[in-house]
């Protein structure tokens, strides 16, 4: 009986290590990914590229859930709440190194549950790309909410991204629209933001697509694309 208890235990044990395997929100202490992000203007006509790593420097478990501080090269530091009960991943802090501040609230859900089990849900973001870049709003960058729409698109198996084969990832895309107005003398400028990011089992973030798109040729279209080169 005892070994029959024994093997009962093992068993057990193999089901939680498979159930830590669907962790989208990797939060082991030290852990680093590496990005590549291409920004794209369609008034300038060019790409620029540059590197990005993120590190978590601080992983802190408590009894009712994990928090997590993630170091970005660019020397914003972000917290993040993940709720040991409902796998809700929340924002509590935010550090930037800029001083333009954010717009969108610093406390804010992420993501209803890091397993995806819910299929749609709002988060209230910011615009982060749109920009002026003549006269006379060349570098005028609006202070503009929106509420974005998530939904679950697809679950995969298998993505394969850069040469590299990711399990079990979810395929989550995003859309919204919000309005400004930039100048006195014209109306309110409307802009459609949308995204898609694939986000995959033990790794996170490998893939993700922004796009801020205005009528407007002082502003124009905007798109971010950031990629996973290496995660250790």
């Known amino acids: 009986m005892l070994k029959i208890f024994i093997s009962f235990l093992f068993f057990l044990s193999l089901i939680g290590c498979n159930k830590n395997k669907e962790d989208y929100f990797p939060y082991k202490q030290g852990l680093t990914w ?3 992000i ?10 620029s590229e540059k590197r990005l790593l993120i590190t978590n420097i601080k992983t802190h478990k408590k009894k009712d859930g994990i928090e997590v501080v993630r170091l ?3 020397g914003n530091y972000y917290t993040y709440w993940l709720d040991r009960y409902d796998k809700k991943l929340s924002r509590s802090s935010v550090i930037l190194k800029t001083s333009e501040g954010l717009v969108e609230p610093v406390n804010k859900d992420v993501y209803p549950d890091v397993l995806f089990k819910k299929n749609k849900w709002v988060t209230k973001e910011q615009l982060f790309l749109t920009k002026g870049y003549q006269p006379p709003v060349r570098n005028f960058r609006p202070e503009t909410k929106i509420d974005m729409t998530y939904f679950l698109k697809k679950k995969i198996k298998k993505f394969k991204h850069r040469g590299a ?4 990832c979810n395929h989550i895309i995003g859309n919204g629209t919000t309005s400004f107005i930039a100048d006195d003398r014209s109306g309110p400028l409307k802009v459609d933001v949308k995204s898609e990011e694939w986000i995959c089992s033990g790794v996170g973030t490998v893939l993700e697509k922004r796009y801020e798109d205005t009528k407007a040729s002082a502003f124009g279209k905007t798109s971010f694309v950031k990629e996973l080169i290496h995660i250790k």
């Open 34 to 36: 590496t990005y590549s």
């Open 165 to 168: 084969i990711f399990n079990n």
């Open 38 to 47: 291409d920004l794209f203007s369609s008034y300038t006509g060019k790409k």
């Open 72 to 74: 970005h090269s660019n």
